[in-house]
């Protein structure tokens, strides 16, 4: 047993929707895995991409979405990428919205957090080791 993050999952309000603005600002594609209660199977690698990293799930939100003010209750997400700016712009224009403006870990990335747009938080993380 190797103890390491194997699945991540996204809860929901409107499925469809949560599909539409991961394909459109990530690229990644959903399979129905099952039709009761509805779960999709989320896959984060493209066809030629051999990179490290974990596949996931989303499902439909079984209570009320989460709202501004409250505490995470959950393992937060980051998505590594090229470009932080051209990320940026991708989530804004796909319904999404800042939670946590752009920072430097000094040395080694650019980091922000964003909402979905069911209101799930997730950052994105442009490696730069001139960040600072």
Known sequence: MSNRVIHFEIHAGDPERAQAFY???FGWTFQQWMEEPPYWGIDTTGPDDDAPGINGGLMQR????????????AYT??????DYEAAHDRIIEAGGSVAVPRQAIPGVAWVGYYKDTEGNIFGINQPDPQAG
Do not use: A, I, S, Y
């Not at 079984?62 to 209750?73: A, I, L, W, Y």
């Not at 997400?77 to 090229?82: A, P």
């Open 23 to 25: 394909q459109t600002v």
């Open 62 to 73: 079984r209570g009320e979405t989460p709202h501004d003010g409250v505490p995470v209750n």
């Open 77 to 82: 997400c980051v998505v590594q990428v090229d």
